[in-house]
């Protein structure tokens, strides 16, 4: 694959799989494919399911301000507020040159960046870790700590990382989570779900006491390993954020496109 057509497909990837996971939290959750822009917005506290990303490639300057223009629009009419995940590959120089004014001037703020990943290297082998034991979530239990570690890691209010996850069938059933244990508590979690031929990891994140201890690569590698061997898939793709950037090359994942967050500026 060349580099545009992993960016193609990172940014597709993104929305074939939170079109589920955001049906899921609500079955009449707005999910729609407009011209140009994706929407997969449940509407709820957890602000990663509430989400639009552009889906033009090679857009111009003048078609990008149009583009985030509607996006804000979008964004602005929903209760709770979410994020445009825009994949910088996917516009043409020029309008990359001038994104940042032009999302400026649509009324968007940079939260944060990320970056696509992807890469051809499954089966791994069976992955282990001298100071956690892995869980699958089957539970509501299980699926209140994975909740609270992503909102830990990521800075949510726990209610928030709650209200997106508590009461899911799929993740329950159809994604391949886990979670890491130290000492029988929770401080790691990873996930994988089919998509397309492809392995999604989804919602990595590692309680800030036990960052930098090696957790975080082990859950992902298990949740990897336990999504190919139920599937036989051979691909795996991931939108990484800055903390996890480094972590994943060593797994088999190669970088395609740099990613930029933006919210509303209210």
């Known amino acids: 694959m060349t580099d ?34 994706a929407v997969r917005w449940a509407d709820c506290r957890f602000a990663f399911w509430n989400c639009v990303t552009l889906t033009d490639v090679d857009a111009d300057p003048a078609l990008l301000k149009e583009r985030l223009c509607q996006a804000a629009d979008l964004m602005r009419a929903k209760r709770h507020p979410g994020f445009l995940w825009l994949f910088e590959d996917l516009l043409g120089a020029e309008a990359r040159a001038q994104m940042e004014t032009a999302a400026e001037k649509a009324g968007l703020a940079y939260a944060f960046p990320g970056t696509g990943m992807a890469g051809d290297f499954l089966p791994l082998p069976e992955p282990a ?29 726990l209610a928030d990382g709650r209200d997106g996850l508590l009461g899911s069938r799929l993740w329950k059933n159809g994604v391949h989570a886990y979670l890491g244990l130290r000492d029988g508590v929770p401080v790691t979690c990873a996930a994988t779900v089919e998509a397309d031929g492809r392995l999604f990891v989804a919602l990595v994140a590692t309680a800030p006491e036990g960052q930098r201890r090696g957790y975080g690569e082990a859950v992902t590698r298990k949740a990897l390993y336990e999504g190919a061997r139920a599937t036989g898939l051979t691909r795996a793709t991931l939108h990484a954020t800055a903390a996890g950037a480094p972590v994943y090359p060593r797994i088999g994942f190669r970088p395609n496109s740099p990613m930029r967050f933006y919210g509303l500026n209210r």
């Open 129 to 157: 870790h001298p100071e956690l034991t892995f869980v699958r979530v089957t539970t509501d239990e299980h699926l209140r700590a994975y909740a609270d570690l992503n909102a830990r890691a990521y800075g949510f209010p």
């Open 4 to 37: 545009r057509t992993e960016s193609v497909e990172s940014m597709e990837q993104l929305a074939l799989v939170w079109r589920a996971m955001v049906l899921d939290r609500d079955p009449d959750a707005d999910v729609r494919d407009l011209p140009g822009i």
